[in-house]
């Protein structure tokens, strides 16, 4: 019971340091550290909000939307589904792993799901601690976060993408595309000669980006550029705004 205490308060502490950006993200990277899974946070529209932990791929990127197949598995149940090694929402993952779907609901709706994948069904000390997490998980989902309490609105997003010309649009995507998660190192130079274009339009593209609060950066000099993604939706409008060129 201690040690359950300890942990559950490890994740309180993970809210309360983390309210300038990515409180999700952060939340749900202690949890999967604690239960050793992979956990996916998915709001009621079936788009991604954050993930973290082991399992996680590339068809589970921020801002990207869960195939409908997929939600149907998992969004009519009100009780937590365990044990899910087939169908489409196991597909999702790495072969092999057991995923649990946690409904996630606050003032009385249901506002969205955790995805737990691992080698073994959670236990039930794990599940305690999954579910505490959902709950504060749930109300912020509920008061309107988007996984960054800080972070840029939807329209703030489409704000800062429409001062972008149809070569930064592709040459932010293609950067995104170099980040494994929402945050990484790029070599601009590289991405540039890989897909013709200029290097200039990659920097401007992201200076823009970045003025709109849309993603940080930090030269490392010859080793390239950390990017961090601020708005989870950000993958999710560029594929929109590319389909519309």
Request: one cysteine or more; aromatic letters at 2%.
């Amino acid at each position: 019971m201690v040690e359950l205490l300890e942990r559950a308060r490890r994740i309180v502490r993970t809210v309360g340091t983390t309210a300038e950006r990515h409180c999700a993200r952060d939340v749900l990277s202690t949890l999967a550290e604690m239960i050793r899974a992979g956990v996916v946070l998915v709001d009621a529209e079936g788009q991604i909000r954050a993930a973290a932990g082991r399992g996680v791929g590339d068809r589970l990127a921020v801002g990207t939307h869960i195939p409908a197949d997929a939600r149907r598995q998992f969004a009519a149940p009100q009780a937590p589904r365990q044990g899910l090694s087939e169908g489409p929402v196991a597909s999702l993952f790495s072969p092999g792993g057991k995923v649990s779907a946690v409904p996630l609901r606050a003032f009385g709706r249901r506002v969205g799901t955790l995805l737990i994948v691992r080698d073994a069904p959670p236990d039930d000390r794990d599940r305690v601690l999954i579910e505490y997490t959902g709950a504060l998980l749930a109300l912020d989902l509920a008061s309107g976060g988007d996984g960054d309490r800080d972070g840029a609105s939807t329209e703030r997003l489409r704000a800062a993408l429409r001062v972008l010309s149809y070569l930064e649009v592709e040459a932010v995507w293609y950067v995104l595309a170099e980040l494994e998660g929402d945050e990484g190192i790029v070599v601009a130079s590289r991405v540039a000669d890989r897909v013709g274009i200029t290097r200039s339009v990659i920097v401007n593209a992201l200076r823009k980006l970045e003025g709109g609060q849309v993603l940080r950066t930090r030269s490392l000099g010859m080793k390239g550029t950390h990017i961090q993604v601020l708005h989870p939706s950000l993958r999710g409008e560029l594929e929109r705004l590319r389909s519309r060129c």
